[in-house]
């Protein structure tokens, strides 16, 4: 190996390593706060413990009604994701097989649709579903999965629209052949082929929709359906945080959708890079 390479590759190894302790340092910082006492945290943040106070934890799950806010979480996370796919890959197989002006037409201004930001919509959206119809106060679960169905779909029909186009026809004209219909052939043929693209998909909404504040918090009003991340509201004062609960309750809602990324990971790298690469 030539001494350039070597430079090159040495390089390379050193911005590796800055990244990796930039990326990782934060959530080191967080698992040594979160044993600490709010003196603690205050005083000496960057310090190991003194005393490693494990009860924080059981404070937190109890103020947090731990298991009924992780079930809300799941269920809105699971169901709007899943309906998302759902909805989004029959979108998308319909746009690239059934080519038309008004489909075309459609599809621009879904993509346009995802440069508008959310602020600028959560008003008239609060006014008309909370105001004028009352459905905040009468159905706030299902109103806010219809909330990330209707956010989500762009992005996800964006991409299975570029995955769709390499699925080979021909392979649907031979299942209408053996006897499959339109629905037959998409959802036994078609749509295990996307496999790749779905997988991404659903982790990158899966992340979205668990970290999310802001739409819950304008939608969700009782604390009885609070999401994990609104729920950490209650460490909250209005003149000072309480650190020494705040931080564990953070690290308890991090810690399940860190484990699914780390699982899923190469599944969102390998269907970026089939659908790039087909």
């Known amino acids: 190996m030539s001494t350039r ?64 806010t992780f079930r809300n979480s799941f269920l809105i996370t699971m169901i709007s994701s899943l309906l998302i796919v759902f909805f989004s890959a029959m979108a998308a ?7 038309s002006k008004y489909n075309k ?24 579903y909370g105001g004028k119809l009352h459905l905040i106060d009468t159905i706030p679960i299902p109103l806010l999965i219809m ?23 021909e392979i649907e004209e031979a299942a209408r052949i053996d006897g499959c219909n339109t629905i037959q052939t998409f959802f036994l043929i078609v749509f295990p082929m996307l496999k790749p693209i779905t997988v991404t998909i659903t982790i990158l909404n899966v992340l979205w929709i668990w970290n999310d504040y802001l739409l819950p ?8 359906v609070y999401t994990m991340p ?16 705040l931080i564990p309750a953070i690290l308890l809602t991090v810690i399940p959708i860190l484990i699914m990324y780390m699982i899923g990971q190469k599944s969102i790298i390998n269907g970026v890079m089939q659908g790039s690469i087909k």
């Open 5 to 68: 390479r070597m430079a090159a590759s040495t390089l390379a190894y050193v911005i590796s390593i800055i990244a990796l302790i930039c990326f990782v340092f934060p959530f080191l910082l967080l698992i040594i706060n979160s044993f600490k006492s709010n003196g603690e945290i205050l005083t000496s943040p960057f310090s190991l413990p003194q005393h490693w106070n494990f009860s924080h934890f059981a404070d937190v799950i109890n103020k947090m009604n731990f298991m009924v």
């Open 93 to 99: 197989y319909h746009m690239v097989r059934k080519p």
């Open 105 to 128: 037409i459609f599809f621009t201004i879904l993509v346009a649709s995802m440069v508008i930001p959310f602020q600028s919509l959560m008003i008239p959206l609060i006014s008309i």
């Open 147 to 169: 909330f990330y169905i209707g956010f989500g779909s762009a992005l996800s029909i964006f991409m299975y629209h570029g995955f769709m186009k390499t699925v080979p026809a």
């Open 217 to 224: 918090s304008l939608v969700l009003n009782n604390e009885n």
């Open 230 to 245: 609104v729920k950490m509201k209650v460490f909250n004062g209005t003149y000072m945080n309480n650190w020494e609960l």
